[in-house]
């Protein structure tokens, strides 16, 4: 069963460095998405993309971050300086688009710990 | 406000019997779809059901039924028989928008006793 894979599954930053979060999501999917989750805390919305533009943005998604789909098939998540707070798991997602069919399917997600 | 409500932060229950986790919702817009996701302590979100608000029957997935009071905006995810592997946190869902945003509830963590 095809499904969205996620790099590195754990990365530790220093404040202030760059990271880019790697997903490759499902092959046919059209609408990408990204969420984060704090620890203990549920999982909130990032970022919606289709067509390769951002969508839809949450308050959270604010200039530090960016998002990519470089060569039609990664789908990738740039933290520019990352802070303290930024510490999360951080899930790619992706949908099939048209018809009926609503469920998102998540990656297995990334661990960021910034230092 | 809170768009999702899981007013039950934690949940116990005996192996083999049934389990209902509350969740109630807010939205304006007409067309709009519920969902269930279960994170095990590994941490992945894996999707169990989904029900979109004009089905005209409660969606069921194998041992996961979910009960769909529309007039209430209420969306219980139903267990039946549980299972050592059901502990998990449970996260109820809804999508939201033109491009289908998912907004989480604060989830109910259930424990399933032997």
């Known amino acids: 069963e095809p499904e969205v894979t996620q790099t590195p599954s754990h990365q530790v930053t220093q404040m202030g460095q760059e990271v880019i979060l790697r997903c490759v999501p499902i092959?046919?999917?059209?609408?990408f998405y990204w969420y984060r989750q704090i620890l203990g805390q549920k999982v909130e919305f990032l970022v919606s993309?289709?067509?390769?533009?951002?969508?839809?943005k949450s308050e959270i998604f604010d200039d530090q971050f960016s998002v990519e789909r470089p060569d039609g098939s990664n789908f990738t998540l740039k933290i520019r300086s990352t802070k303290l707070e930024d510490s999360a798991m951080y899930f790619c997602?992706?949908?099939?688009?048209?018809?009926?069919?609503?469920?998102?399917?998540f990656g297995p997600g990334t661990r960021l710990t910034v230092t | 406000a809170q768009k999702i409500t899981q007013t039950q932060p934690g949940m116990f229950v005996q192996e083999k019997e049934a389990v209902t986790l509350d969740c109630t919702y807010d939205?304006?817009?007409?067309?709009?779809?519920l969902f269930w996701y279960k994170q095990p302590s590994s941490g992945e979100m894996i999707f169990l059901i989904y029900?979109?608000?004009?089905?005209?029957q409660n969606a069921t997935e194998g041992r996961y039924s979910l009960n769909f009071q529309k007039a209430r905006k209420s969306a219980n995810l139903v267990i039946s028989a549980s299972q050592l592997g059901d502990s998990a946190m449970y996260f109820c869902?809804?999508?939201?928008?033109?491009?289908?945003?998912?907004?989480f509830g604060p989830g109910t963590s259930l424990s399933v006793i032997p």
């Open positions: 993309f289709y067509n390769n533009e951002i969508s839809e």
């Open positions: 997602a992706s949908r099939p688009g048209g018809g009926p069919n609503y469920e998102q399917y």
């Open positions: 029900q979109g608000s004009y089905d005209q």
């Open positions: 869902a809804m999508r939201e928008g033109p491009y289908d945003k998912v907004i």
């Open positions: 092959s046919n999917h059209l609408y």
């Open positions: 939205t304006s817009d007409p067309s709009y779809g």
